[in-house]
């Protein structure tokens, strides 16, 4: 080596590739550790069941083509199924025990009925430090029919376990009925049995977190703060050549491989989940005076309103006329409701941030409010109805247009009961999405209000941001660069919220 080279050091030239164009062979080689719809297996998977279309989800893309459930023990190949639409699923959910929930909503009281700051991080990291000792095992990747199979087991012992219950891989696996590409079977006496043999211990965790938190609020179990800044660790080449990298790119870029290799590898080709009922024969019509009737007397009906003569429901596709028909003692009926409908969270920053506490594959980074017919909020309600446990937000408007099908103008639509509780009870991860967003939200708004209590106080705006990055930081055991940069976009993400609540219909 010369010594030019010897100062310029090596130079390595990165061609970086453009995954939307790989073919899914070059792409199969460049991400050997995870599987997607380019896979040889996911295709050989479509062959073997004739499906046309796939809905592979991030937990199954995420893990390699050999991974195995650690409930059932099956191999990805006996996991998949076709839906009775025809659709291969192919799907992992990530399963969490809900007693933490119940740990962070109690440490959470306990934070904000202190006005000490230095408090306030004691008991914050307390919390992060006695989350190993509360849950009863860690968050888990499963297969979707021991999901399923855990929150019908859940269901039908509602009434005697506690609502924060969850069955762990290993008593989930107690109660199962296995067989390669169907649900489980599940033996609710096991089931029970399993719930019996913890519940001493649940009640003694949850004991032991108002114990604690009580303690730490106390003053007791102090931890005292480095001052400064968390010192580094040590140094690795992959960061130094990341640095560096990153220096040398001219456009500071960032390439967003990861979202783009991701984006290649799941499918979400559910439509037609449900087969579409025949359409009913069509029902009395209204005639023009009748509907101008309708239409008058529901002028005190806001959603009515909002809703404009051009509105057609967004799960049945019918319009205001043919949502009218004869009720059971024979007078006019329709109705417009409002449904809550959430949408993903698209943001590169949020997303990194949310998916460090999120319990759920789903993002969610807002939501709005629909307008649907009585006859679709009625699928709705009825599911919640006959399955006591269920939320209103365990259908989507996706879900009902899937179960509605060809709807028919001035009659109730003709459902499949059976299905409609099935799709349900597999929006768990939704769910556990939907409790991630709210406790997010919960987050923003605390932020925003020690913000506003601060400067109440007489500090700054720059000097109160700094003392909430900096207990954040302390609570978190991060950097206080690290902490500044967090409560800057909780503080925005409090102001979108606000805004976004603003225009919601």
């Known amino acids: 080596m010369d010594s030019l080279e010897k100062d310029a ?57 050999h991974w195995i459930c650690p409930c059932c ?27 933490a929930d119940r740990a962070k909503r109690i440490f959470r009281e306990h934070r904000l009925h202190s006005d000490d700051r230095e408090t306030i991080i004691q008991v914050g990291r307390a919390e992060n430090a006695l989350m190993l000792l509360v849950e009863r095992f860690e ?45 489980h079977e599940i033996d609710l006496g096991k089931a029970k049995a399993a719930w019996l043999l913890a519940k001493d211990d649940v009640a003694d965790r949850l004991d032991f977190t108002r114990r604690m938190a009580q303690r730490v609020v106390s003053g007791r179990h102090r931890r005292q703060v480095a001052a400064g800044e968390r010192s580094f660790a040590y140094l690795q080449d992959r960061d130094i050549i990341y640095s560096i990298f990153q220096r ?24 037609g989940n449900s087969p579409r009922p025949k359409r009913k024969p ?16 529901k002028q005190d009906h806001k959603p009515w309103v909002m809703a404009g003569s051009d509105w057609s429901c967004p799960s049945c596709d019918r319009s205001k006329h043919e949502i009218c028909r004869k009720s059971n003692r024979g007078l006019w009926t329709a ?22 506490r999120a319990t759920s594959q789903i993002i969610i980074g807002s939501h709005i409010n629909k307008l649907v017919c009585q006859d679709c909020r009625n699928i709705i309600a009825e599911v919640k109805r006959r399955t006591p446990g269920l939320t209103e937000n365990n259908l989507t408007i996706g879900n009902v247009r899937l179960l509605v099908g060809m709807a028919t103008p001035h009659v109730p639509h003709d459902v499949d009961w059976e299905s409609a ?35 109440e106080l007489g500090y700054s705006k720059p000097k109160a941001r700094d003392i909430l990055g900096h207990e954040f930081a302390k609570a978190n055991d991060l950097d206080v660069e690290e902490g500044d940069a967090h409560v800057d976009w909780l503080l925005d993400e409090a102001e979108r919220h606000m805004q976004m609540e603003s225009m919601l219909l």
């Open 9 to 65: 050091g090596y130079t390595v030239t990165l061609a970086i590739p453009d995954i939307t164009r790989l073919a899914d062979e070059e792409l199969a080689l460049f991400a050997p550790f995870r599987d997607g719809r380019w896979s040889a297996q996911t295709k050989a998977l479509l062959a073997h069941f004739s499906a046309a279309k796939l809905d592979l989800n991030r937990g199954w893309a995420s893990t390699r083509q």
């Open 73 to 99: 023990q099956r191999e990805k190949p006996h996991i998949a199924r076709v839906s009775s639409g025809g659709v291969l699923l192919c799907r992992l959910e990530y399963h969490h025990d809900h007693l």
């Open 139 to 183: 968050q888990t990747l499963i297969c979707i029919d021991c999901n399923l199979a855990e929150g019908r087991a859940k269901l039908e012992l509602a009434k005697e376990i506690d609502s924060d219950f969850t069955f762990t891989p290993s008593e989930i696996a107690s109660f199962i009925d296995v067989a390669p590409n169907r649900l």
């Open 248 to 271: 040398a790119s001219s456009e500071k870029r960032n390439f967003g491989l990861a979202s783009a290799i991701e984006a290649r590898s799941t499918s979400n080709e559910s439509a």
């Open 282 to 297: 069509r029902g009395e019509v209204p005639s023009e005076s009748e509907f101008a009737e309708i239409d008058r007397q």
């Open 335 to 356: 109705h417009i409701h409002r449904v809550c409908e959430f949408e993903p969270e698209e943001n590169p920053d949020s997303l990194w941030r949310r998916r460090t």
């Open 421 to 455: 509780i099935t799709l349900a009870l597999g929006n768990r991860p939704l769910i556990d999405a939907i409790d991630d967003y709210h406790e997010h939200r919960r987050s923003a708004y605390d932020t925003f209000r020690e913000m506003s209590e601060l400067v």
